[in-house]
């Protein structure tokens, strides 16, 4: 009788297209756990909609479920179509769900939260010079 926990899993191995003349396939636990977390990151994202129902509040919705939506969709097509199950594979789908949980954690935000106010202001490059003194500059020129 095997002992549990003997078949080993290759870190690397070459993906395969699955094929329906395989075994049939089955969801793993870890893909089931994924898509647990997207659901809570969905759901952390309707929040705020039941607070601001309004057209602005919609399309703030809208655009979070169109980003976490086109995350799991992504890793769903690719689990689904190919067969690759081996260490590195899933180290990147747990990483997928840390990314995921902390959409789900940030999501009551939106987009109008702190966080998003920062990286829009560096992106700009106005985070480290006040509007004022830009301003008060062009007037002397």
């Known amino acids: 009788m095997p002992e549990m926990g003997t078949n080993t899993i290759p870190f690397v191995r070459p993906v ?45 919705y809208s655009l979070m479920f169109l980003l976490i939506w086109w995350a799991w969709f992504g890793h769903t097509m690719y689990s689904t179509r190919f067969d690759a199950d081996d260490v590195l594979h899933r180290v990147l789908t747990l990483i997928q769900i840390f990314a995921a949980a902390a959409m789900a954690a940030n999501a009551k935000q939106g987009l109008a939260g702190p966080g998003f106010g920062w990286l829009w202001r560096r992106i700009r490059g106005s985070e480290n010079r006040p509007r004022d003194s830009v301003l008060a500059r062009e007037t002397r020129h």
């Open 16 to 60: 395969r297209v699955w094929s329906r003349k395989l075994k049939s396939r089955r969801a793993s636990w870890l893909e089931l756990f994924f898509d647990l977390i997207f659901v809570a990151a969905l759901s952390q994202a309707g929040v705020p909609l039941g607070e601001d129902y309004t057209i602005h509040g919609l399309i703030r």
